[in-house]
Each structure stands twice: as C-alpha cells, then as structure tokens.
C-alpha cells in the first residue's frame, strides 16, 4: 500500500515533539517546530487544540509510571 492514502486518514506535514520534564512526574509532548506548544488531553478524552495548548498547561501534562527498568538502582515493583 506504498504511497497511497488510507480512505478517511487524512495527512498531513510531519509532526515531531520532544519530551520535556515538567517537574518530578510528569511530562509534556512539545512541538519541535512551534516551542512551547504541546498536546492537551481534555477531561472528556478529546484533544485540545494545539493554538490554545502550551506546556503550563494542565491538559498538556502528563504522568510517567515506570513498570520495569533493566537498571538494578531502582527497585523491583511487587
């Protein structure tokens, strides 16, 4: 299926984000080309758009929970 459009997919340019550490436990997902705009996730699942998102937003942050790690420093979850 090499260059073709999948029906109802529309696309678009390329995105790229980097993750940025917003304090101890949680992360934002900031656009590397428009810096400080980053994806929100509403209450109700939806997505807040990006023109109204930056990375102080609280829809914008998101928690890590780390379930394995092959590093022995940290403790094993039970």
């Known amino acids: 299926m090499k260059g073709k459009k999948p029906q109802g997919a ?14 101890q436990n949680f992360v934002c997902l900031e656009s590397l080309s428009e810096r400080g705009k980053c994806v929100g996730v509403l209450a109700d699942g939806s997505l807040k758009p990006a023109l109204a998102c930056s990375n102080t937003d609280e829809h914008a942050k998101f928690g890590v929970y780390l379930a394995s790690t092959p590093y022995s420093q ?3 979850q039970k």
């Not at 529309?10 to 304090?23: A, D, M, N, R, S």
Request: net charge positive; aromatic share 12%.
């Open 74 to 76: 940290y403790p094993r």
């Open 10 to 23: 529309p696309l678009g340019i390329e995105t790229k984000f980097q993750l940025v550490l917003k304090g």
